[in-house]
């Protein structure tokens, strides 16, 4: 199974990348994790011949701006939409006239699945649960292909990210904080905290994703947190735009 980074920064674009997205490409379907405006790099990957999934962690616009490129898209078997209770209305707001074209519009069939906390089929198994966040929040853990994927994106450290964790194939974990910084008002990881979930998760692998903007200003930020954690965490990614990775 192929994951690629379409968007690794957080809060906004600059030169070291675009806002959050990831693409996983399984047998039976195309799954995008996050809509910033790292998704207008999904059709180099999508060839449209699986049905196609859309999973929305929250409503920041890092993890939704790039809604409004959905229209140049081709879904022939359709997009579903996945996010917490109350993403259809949110949504329907924000992906709407005058600022876009709506969905009801787009020339493929989309369809909203709204999830409580929990696990679900859908038809593949995910299990969603809140993280700690100043705006609800949630991280995801589905099961595709045999692998286990978690996705906890925007969060303090917590347990429900350990739980999502639990012995994934990949922890895609964010990284909005520099090693040893902190920010309570405003919960976001740094490497040990991602680290920390990752080894209390049994995680065999972790990604980091979602470098602040202001934080990490340059790639070469990104490349001394591979070289002073990587034997740490063996394995560990430091995803940058259109990086690939098999699983
Ligand atoms: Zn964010
Ligand atoms: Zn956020």
Same mark, same amino acid.
């Given at each position: 199974m192929k994951i690629t980074f379409l968007g690794t920064n957080g809060w906004y674009d600059t030169v070291t990348g675009n806002t959050c997205s990831v693409l996983i490409q399984s047998d039976e379907y195309d799954i995008i994790l996050d809509a910033g405006n790292g998704i207008a790099k999904?059709?180099?990957?999508i060839t449209g011949t699986k049905p196609a999934y859309l999973f929305i962690?929250?409503?920041h616009i890092d993890h939704i701006a790039g809604l409004h490129?959905?229209?140049k898209f081709k879904f022939p078997k359709g997009l579903t939409i996945c996010g917490q209770i109350g993403t259809t209305a949110v949504l329907d707001r924000f992906v709407a006239e005058p600022f876009t074209v709506p969905f009801t519009q787009l020339p493929y069939?989309?369809?909203?699945? /709204?999830?409580?906390e929990g /696990?679900?089929?859908?038809?593949?198994p995910v299990d969603c649960l809140p993280l700690v966040h100043p705006a609800p929040c949630f991280g995801y853990r589905l099961t595709i292909d045999g692998k286990v994927i978690a996705y906890c994106t925007d969060t303090g450290f917590c347990s429900n990210a350990v739980r999502l964790a639990r012995n994934s194939d990949l922890l895609i974990a964010e990284c909005g904080l520099k090693s040893g910084q902190e920010s309570p008002g405003w919960?976001?990881?740094?490497p040990e905290k991602a680290i920390r979930i990752a080894k209390e998760g049994n995680a065999k692998r972790l990604a980091l994703m979602h470098f602040g903007a202001e934080v990490y200003r340059t790639l070469d930020d990104r490349h001394e947190v591979q070289k002073r954690f990587e034997k740490e965490c063996p394995g560990l990614v430091v995803a940058t735009d259109d990086l690939t990775i098999d699983i």
């Open positions: 999904a059709d180099r990957y962690s929250h409503f490129m959905l229209v069939s989309v369809k909203f699945l /709204e999830l409580d /696990e679900h089929t859908i038809p593949f919960p976001h990881l740094n």
